[in-house]
């Protein structure tokens, strides 16, 4: 285990305990902030550590949190283990072999933001990365490190586990909370953001798994360890997944600004049956495509992303080799955002529809030139106009493998057939 | 017809209300909906009304829920429910053959039951096991890495 922060000892079948969690030094950060430091100070270094959010949007940690007014009455905490980004397999990991890691990281978060009341809220098919954080959960609360009381500190937290039951779109924060207080997971107009209105209209802080497990790790070696990691603007490390077409697909972690390229042919093995790139989804299914061209000399972090027309995203890269059909892999897409789409806007409800539709009839070898045409269009119509980023989400791989890999689009719907016969799998 | 819980079921809705604040009673509806499914396999708009009732809430709302989540199921399905992933990274490993495979072996189609109630087969969306594609789940189970033969082992293996 080369990581720094999360993959850092051997896993066996017992190395998610409690026990020996504590033998890697664990608590000692909640521990020593409960009786030497306020809680002010807890979210300072934080801040100072510049860590961003893993869920996706990479918004800065430190300063959600700085959000919460300091005087709330009641603040809610959420921890979003609704993993569902297709590509992404990280906070599992975290989940089924370092769950301690997770929880010390949300009584920390708790401590700084003087919550009582923490949620973790897991995606409802999740089998064993549920029943490892239940069985941490019950550990803590015997050892008194959750509950009333912890460590005898006056600090009382509880975390309550809290199943979703099959929607994407529960992974929005504000869904989150909707789906939370037993609604529909509709996401919410914002302003005002949950750190100001959030669950029960209580001002609500709302992490990704990874980035609260990474919070002991700062507390521990300070602030200015975890900034000096990867790149200044984007520091620290993250779990990167690779999937697809590589021959050992697996999670890396590695410092943010590590080439994409060396993560694919070293990390993950090259190509699947020694093939060809031909393209690379860089962070997780609602990035933009990158083109095997494009993917020379970018490395894993915000700004090289940007310029190469992308976004690092939930750190999911998924591979795709050469002799690939575009077209049906889009298909895929279109037909997952349609399925998701909550139905709350009309550009999103209806519009990921239209593109999963005119994906299926090209698919079926009965597609038009203004098939094609309707299909670019689309995409602009719902980016910016929905409530929620699923739209754009939805619209970022159809924009971009059309603008791609074009020709494959252009060949199917003048031939009524794939370039690469329809192949997926290889 | 309203529905009437079993003590049993009832004292664990107990238990589950006891990990809530009391000002977040609605956020029972997903945690009751999920006993109630697995303690009788599906989730009736009855039992949705007797959800509701035992919360302390319009039904409207927890049939809203019931009928809005995917995981949810409203009719029997069979003993063992299998669900393949048909997400981008299971795709590129192979599980349109995975599929296919099983279609053939149990002699349905995606929605189906077995006439003999053992298997129903599903197809759903990413399970976050792109890293150990093609993935499917077995009910709670999960299973990755699949191939023709792994999948033979499975079916064999269930009872």
Known sequence: MNGTVFMTFPITATSHTLAEYRARGGYAALEHALREMTPAQVGERVKASGLQGRGGAGFQTGLKWEFVAKDAPVVYLCCNIDEGEPGTFKDRWILEHSPHQLIEGMLLAAFALRVRHAFAYIRGEFDLPLRRLQGALDEARAAGLVGENILGSGCSCNIVVHRGAGAYVCGEESSLLNSLEGKRGFPRNKPPFPAVRGLYQKPTVVNNVETLAAVPWIMRHGAKAYAAMGVSKAPGTRLFGVSGHVAKPGLFERPTGYPLSRLIHEDAGGILGGRKLKAVIPGGSSTPILAAADVEGVTLDPASMAKAGSMVGSGAVIVIAEGTCMVRLLQVLTRFYAHESCGQCTPCREGTDWMDRILARIVAGKGTTADLATLQRLPTSIMGNTVCALGDAASMPVASFIKKFGDEFEHYVQHGRSLHEGRLAP | ?159
């Open chain 2, 1 to 159: 017809m309203s529905t009437v819980f079993a003590p049993a079921l009832l004292a664990k809705f107990d238990a589950l209300r006891r990990q809530y604040p009391p000002e977040m009673k609605t956020s029972l509806v997903l945690p009751l909906l999920h006993c109630v499914q697995d303690a009788n396999g599906y989730v009736t708009e009855a039992d949705a009304a007797a959800i509701a009732d035992y919360i302390g809430m319009p039904p409207i709302q927890v049939v809203e829920a019931l009928t809005w989540y995917t995981m949810f199921d409203r009719e029997p399905q069979g003993r063992y429910v299998i669900k393949v992933c048909r997400n981008i990274a299971c795709s590129l490993r192979g599980s349109e053959q995975v599929l296919d495979h099983l279609q053939q072996k149990l002699g349905i189609g995606v929605g189906e039951t077995t006439p003999d109630g053992k298997f129903t087969l599903k197809t759903v969306e990413c399970l976050a096991s792109c890293g150990t594609a093609p993935a499917m789940q077995v009910n709670r189970t999960y299973h990755e890495q699949l191939d023709a033969a792994k999948l033979d082992r499975i079916l064999e293996s269930l009872a």
